[in-house]
């Protein structure tokens, strides 16, 4: 997975109002890099996206192995990722009136013995008084590098009771742990989530329901199962969900191989199912959209995604709609 150079300008076929533009937006789920899969993404490139219309006021940075090298044998490496994000939410807070970094969560290696994990999670403290968390991602399968980019998880992290331990450790001190997986791994994310009941955690992207190479053309097929096992991660009231980063390639959608990208009113019929189920067993005060930008910028724009959000949340009260689009990201990240 790449990114071409003119994906800007693929995403200026579609020219749409924005809809309801005076709500507020706490963006839970974006990217930054300086160079990576062909591209880069830093301060310029969000500033274009969140001041594209929508009244985008505050982000979160997620980790993404910025800043350093994730092969790096170093534990404290991915410490520089928070200098990096750290410097680049300096620079934004000069500019007020446009979108914030107001919250980062980084990364450390949750197998670590305490005592070092522990100095892991001050050194990135002491970086940035924006950390909030870590993503440990658990997105194994062994067919990966055939349909995403490569990717450091091993199999079963999830069910690891080192690993375990280092999320307990995350709950303990007041820190949110980001969890990334595939549908198939939909199990262990469950059993993780009972192992550890004091630690918010943040299910990212659907349990990323796969619809490319051996699970191409059987993503709707298997929805039912997808349903049920949703269900049962939501009766863990630790359990929060981000919805959004359902557009990444390896879902199957299409999106991304067109000679033109999807209109809000394609993203919200093609994917409307997946959110109202997760608002229906979460409720929407553990739920939170999310841009996952720029990795779903490759199949759809951020001014139709937002669309798209106004279009499906458009079922729900006020309450609900502050709560999808800003208020149970402001609460759950500490904003």
Same mark, same amino acid.
């Given at each position: 997975?790449?990114?071409?150079?003119?994906?800007?300008?693929?995403?200026?076929? *579609?020219?749409?109002? *924005?809809?309801?533009?005076?709500?507020?937006?706490?963006?839970?789920?974006?990217?930054?890099?300086?160079?990576?899969?062909?591209?880069?993404?830093?301060?310029? $490139?969000?500033?274009?996206?969140?001041?594209?219309?929508?009244?985008?006021?505050?982000?979160?940075?997620?980790?993404?192995?910025?800043?350093? $090298?994730?092969?790096?044998?170093?534990?404290?490496?991915?410490?520089?990722?928070?200098?990096?994000?750290?410097?680049?939410?300096?620079?934004?807070?000069?500019?007020?009136?446009?979108?914030?970094?107001?919250?980062?969560?980084?990364?450390?290696?949750?197998?670590?013995?305490?005592?070092?994990?522990?100095?892991?999670?001050?050194?990135?403290?002491?970086?940035?008084?924006?950390?909030?968390?870590?993503?440990?991602?658990?997105?194994?399968?062994?067919?990966?590098?055939?349909?995403?980019?490569?990717?450091?998880?091993?199999?079963?992290?999830?069910?690891?009771? $080192?690993?375990?331990? +280092?999320?307990?450790?995350? +709950?303990?001190?007041?820190?949110?742990?980001?969890?990334?997986?595939?549908?198939?791994?939909?199990?262990?994310?469950?059993?993780?989530?009972?192992?550890?009941?004091?630690?918010?955690? *943040?299910?990212?992207?659907?349990?990323?329901?796969?619809?490319?190479?051996?699970?191409?053309?059987?993503?709707?097929?298997?929805?039912?199962?997808?349903?049920?096992?949703?269900?049962? *991660?939501?009766?863990?009231?630790?359990?929060?969900?981000?919805? +959004?980063?359902?557009?990444?390639?390896?879902?199957?959608?299409?999106?991304?191989?067109?000679?033109?990208?999807?209109?809000?009113?394609?993203?919200?019929?093609?994917?409307?199912?997946?959110?109202?189920?997760?608002?229906?067993?979460?409720?929407?005060?553990?739920?939170?959209?999310?841009?996952?930008?720029?990795?779903?910028?490759?199949?759809? +724009?951020?001014?139709?995604?937002?669309?798209?959000?106004?279009?499906?949340?458009?079922?729900?009260?006020?309450?609900?709609?502050?709560?999808?689009?800003?208020?149970?990201?402001?609460?759950?990240?500490?904003?």
């Amino acid at each position: 997975m790449r990114f071409p150079k003119d994906l800007n300008d693929w995403h200026a076929q *579609i020219d749409e109002p *924005i809809i309801d533009p005076a709500r507020e937006i706490t963006d839970p789920h974006h990217h930054l890099w300086p160079e990576r899969l062909g591209s880069s993404y830093e301060l310029a $490139d969000l500033r274009a996206d969140t001041g594209s219309g929508h009244n985008v006021t505050k982000t979160v940075f997620i980790e993404c192995g910025a800043g350093y $090298d994730r092969g790096d044998p170093d534990p404290m490496a991915p410490v520089a990722e928070s200098h990096y994000v750290q410097a680049i939410a300096t620079e934004a807070a000069k500019f007020p009136q446009k979108a914030q970094i107001a919250a980062i969560i980084a990364h450390a290696d949750l197998r670590l013995a305490p005592d070092t994990l522990n100095a892991v999670l001050d050194a990135h403290h002491a970086a940035s008084p924006l950390f909030r968390g870590i993503r440990h991602a658990g997105a194994w399968d062994e067919e990966r590098e055939t349909f995403m980019f490569k990717g450091q998880a091993v199999p079963l992290l999830y069910l690891d009771a $080192d690993f375990q331990r +280092g999320v307990a450790t995350l +709950g303990e001190r007041g820190l949110t742990f980001d969890s990334w997986h595939f549908h198939p791994q939909n199990g262990e994310f469950l059993a993780l989530a009972r192992a550890c009941p004091k630690t918010t955690i *943040i299910l990212n992207h659907f349990g990323t329901p796969i619809g490319t190479h051996r699970f191409a053309g059987r993503r709707e097929a298997r929805f039912a199962d997808w349903q049920r096992e949703m269900q049962e *991660i939501a009766q863990c009231p630790n359990v929060v969900a981000k919805l +959004g980063g359902l557009a990444m390639p390896v879902n199957g959608f299409g999106w991304d191989g067109r000679a033109t990208p999807p209109t809000s009113d394609e993203i919200a019929a093609a994917q409307a199912h997946y959110y109202h189920h997760m608002i229906d067993i979460f409720g929407p005060e553990r739920c939170m959209f999310e841009s996952n930008f720029p990795v779903d910028k490759l199949s759809v +724009g951020y001014v139709t995604y937002w669309n798209a959000m106004k279009k499906l949340a458009a079922l729900y009260d006020g309450a609900a709609q502050n709560a999808l689009f800003k208020d149970t990201a402001d609460r759950v990240y500490a904003l």
